[in-house]
């Protein structure tokens, strides 16, 4: 656990749902005193009330560690919409398709935020019979390497994990593909957009 629940992220929240510390305290069965003293910073909630108190500000445990309220405005799922979150300690990848609290490794993940490519990440695109053959002039050392290549429509993700010292590339269904994502371990995330290849599928 990278962080603690804070008085001031309680009281915030408590107040947004329009409760008083008395109110609060009834619910998760503690003293109003109790509430006025976390949220005064002179004490904190043990660990065993996290799950109730959670439960009591609407929120679930990671977002009251993290001091956020998420809320996924992405029902329908839209495939574009997808947020990627890598952790920087077992490089494990996640997909959600909206916004999501992530956790990995006790590490609370910020989604990725792509850039637009430039010369040192600059994603290839050429058709091979149905497919979209993608590929990168990109380092792949131990140190320096593309993580992974994702190929994003409105039904689906398609996803190629990659490794070092193996070759930035990865074969795509073309079906629907609106954008292509590439993850450099030192850089960050890519995008090459629908626009910037709409015309090699024609060909």
């Known amino acids: 656990m990278d962080k603690y629940v804070t008085g001031a992220v309680i009281r915030k929240l408590r107040e947004e749902q329009k409760m008083t510390q008395e109110e609060l305290g009834r619910k998760i069965s503690v003293s109003s005193k109790a509430i006025s003293k976390w949220e005064t910073g002179q ?40 947020k990627f979150y890598v952790c920087p300690v077992c ?8 916004e999501a609290v992530v956790s990995c490794c006790g590490i ?18 050429e058709v091979v019979e149905d497919e979209y053959f993608v590929h990168l002039a990109h380092p792949m050392s131990k140190e320096h390497y593309i993580s992974f290549i994702a190929a994003v429509s409105d039904q689906e993700i398609q996803f190629v994990k990659l ?24 850089h960050g ?11 090699v599928a024609e060909h």
């Open 43 to 82: 004490g904190f909630p043990d660990i065993s009330l996290l799950e109730v108190l959670a439960r009591a500000l609407n929120i679930s445990v990671i977002e009251l560690l993290a001091g956020a309220d998420i809320r996924n405005e992405n029902r329908a799922s839209n495939m574009k919409k997808v």
């Open 91 to 98: 490089g494990n990848v996640i997909q959600a398709t909206g």
């Open 108 to 125: 609370t993940l910020p989604a990725l935020v792509p850039e637009y490519m430039d010369e040192d990440h600059r994603i290839g695109v």
């Open 163 to 186: 490794y070092p010292e193996g070759n930035a590339e990865g074969r795509f269904k073309i079906r629907g593909v609106k954008k292509i994502f590439a993850y450099c371990n030192r």
């Open 189 to 199: 995330m890519y995008e090459k957009g629908a626009g910037d290849f709409a015309s």
